[in-house]
């Protein structure tokens, strides 16, 4: 053999034996930072395999885009791939199989597995699972028809494609109940990447539960959080970006949420966020959009010398008209109509007022407005000061939850109601004043499950910068006192205060077996059976779902 195809021959075992290379440089351990992505993403149209052949190769132009070529990880939302009509089973983590090299799963995972080897690129997906009865062991006495059960899941690929972690949605939204299994128990789903960090992982509405979301960071100590979402935003606490920021500020977490993208659905608010920090990037359109966001994450471990940007925050310069968000449809709390609350005046400059709810939590508001010159003529908003505390509430009315809150928000007119909403685009709203001082405190009860965050939102969907506002907190044995003060003036307000979620242990039926009240007229000893039977039930459910 000649020495140039004896030199060819020896190149091409050695291609053979080391497989692709990483053609760019990714992070490594000892960086004070990681690459990440996440997608808003407009869901794939259509059911079943359309749905799939409509949105898988958008989800792949994006992994092998330019774009991702510097990303270490990137992330894509919620039930934007596939349907109940269209599942897939899933290799077990523990196996470290690559759907690419064994494709014995659906080729919509084939490929996705395929995509990240060719990118050398963490992915994370969501997508309906299917899983034969008989194989899964975690589910008593529920089973489809067709012999499967099916779980919202996250997929994690490594860099070389291969299925490395797994997470079954815990906590299901309206009408999944009806298709959608869940574990008896919710699963801590985590994984320890290549560039020294390790995620958690959870879906959508899990954010509001005690379980997996807070064990994983009290428990295992995770610090960075991946998020698929399909959140439905909801005024005046729980739109996308606000609830993400808050979340993310309240538990000094990294968080990297990917949203799917559907306002006229209420959907839609993606970004990447680090901890007290504030947001890194962070988007909501009211156009359907698929963007990728990026940003360079501090890693904790090197929290203490990371530089983050400097803030160049301009001077202050009153704006009559201010960019708002009018196509984007959304939820209103009803939660607030129980709520006490007090109606300020059309013309305030000035208020300091506690408003208390039954005596047992009170809120303490200062607040100073400036009137913005040329501005009559204009439509703007009335403000209510609000407090709330109590079990009798629910989040989004789909489960119990028991809530603590302080806040200032915005109304159309006078009447309770008309909190929640936001003008339509047809009528002409501008800024009649803005807030040059706002305070908003509290002392909320000490319990061992509880989360306080600061809930703050404007007219364009977006929470106020961090660096606009000043988070003191103080604990005591029985209280922790929290004020939350502007620090920075602000117009087009539509929320300011404090939101506590005190992770009740309560759980809804779902409509599959109803707790009914007694019946008008029911005779004493009846009622009183009713009653028992219906704490009876409760007790049960809240047992099963902690087994």
């Known amino acids: ?15 053979i034996v080391c497989g692709p290379q990483r053609t ?63 599942r897939t089973y899933v290799p077990d983590p523990a196996l470290r199989i690559s759907p690419c090299e064994v494709p014995n799963y659906d080729w919509f995972l084939t490929e996705l597995s395929c995509a990240a080897r060719s990118r050398q690129l963490y992915v994370v997906v969501n997508l309906m699972e299917k899983v034969f009865c008989a194989n899964d062991t975690t589910i008593v006495g529920r089973c489809d028809a067709s012999g499967l059960n099916t779980y919202n899941t996250n997929v994690v690929f490594d860099r070389q494609g291969h299925v490395i972690s797994r997470y079954r949605k815990s906590h299901l939204y309206r009408y999944e109940w009806y298709n959608v299994n869940v574990l008896p128990k919710p699963e801590l789903a985590t994984f320890t990447t290549d560039f020294g960090v390790t995620f958690g992982h959870f879906i959508c509405f899990d954010m509001l539960y005690w379980e997996p979301a807070k064990v994983l960071l009290h428990e295992r100590g995770i610090t960075d959080i991946i998020y698929p979402t399909y959140w439905f935003s909801e005024l005046p606490f729980l739109t996308a970006v606000q609830l993400q920021e808050g979340w993310a500020f309240a538990n000094d977490v990294n968080l990297l949420a990917a949203d799917a993208s559907k306002p006229s659905g209420q959907n839609g608010g993606s970004g990447i966020y680090a901890g007290q920090l504030g947001r890194l990037n962070a988007t909501i359109t009211e156009v359907p959009t698929t963007q990728l966001l990026t940003a360079a994450v501090p890693k904790r471990a090197f929290r203490q010398s990371y530089q983050p940007p400097p803030v160049i925050q301009p001077a202050f310069v009153p704006q009559v008209v201010t960019p708002r968000l009018t196509e984007f449809d959304l939820l209103r709390d009803y939660n607030i109509d129980i709520a006490t609350t007090r109606l300020l005046p059309a013309n305030f400059t000035y208020v300091n007022e506690t408003v208390c709810y039954d005596s047992n939590f009170c809120c303490h508001f200062q607040a100073a407005r400036t009137p913005v010159a040329n501005s009559a003529g204009y439509v703007s908003y009335r403000y209510r000061l609000a407090a709330f505390s109590g079990q009798h509430a629910t989040h989004q009315r789909v489960d119990p939850a028991e809530l603590q809150f302080c806040a200032v928000f915005a109304c159309t007119n006078e009447a309770l109601y008309t909190c929640g909403l936001i003008f339509p685009a047809e009528i002409t709203v501008g800024n009649q004043y803005y807030f040059s001082a706002l305070n908003v405190s509290a002392s909320f009860p000490q319990r061992p499950r509880r989360l306080i965050m600061p809930t703050t939102v404007d007219g364009s969907l977006m929470p106020l910068p961090v660096h606009t506002y000043d988070w003191q907190s103080s604990e005591s044995n029985v209280t922790t006192t929290v004020s939350l003060s502007l620090s920075y003036p602000k117009h087009d307000i539509l929320t300011f205060g404090l939101w506590c979620n005190y992770y009740t242990d309560m759980v809804s039926s779902h409509n599959f077996d109803p707790l009914l009240p007694p019946a008008e007229g029911m005779n004493s000893g009846a009622s009183k059976l009713a009653s028992a039977w219906i704490l009876i039930t409760s007790l049960l459910l809240t047992a099963l779902r902690q087994l």
């Open 1 to 15: 053999m000649s020495a140039v195809p004896r030199l060819s021959w020896i190149l091409c075992c050695l291609a």
């Open 24 to 86: 760019t440089q990714h992070s490594l351990p000892t960086d004070p930072t990681y690459n990440a992505g996440v997608v808003e993403f407009i869901p794939g149209q259509g059911k079943g395999r359309s749905k799939v052949n409509e949105a898988l190769p958008r989800m792949k132009a994006i992994i092998e885009s330019e774009a991702t070529s510097n990303l270490d990880i990137l992330i894509f939302p919620e039930f934007v791939l596939n349907e109940y009509t269209f």
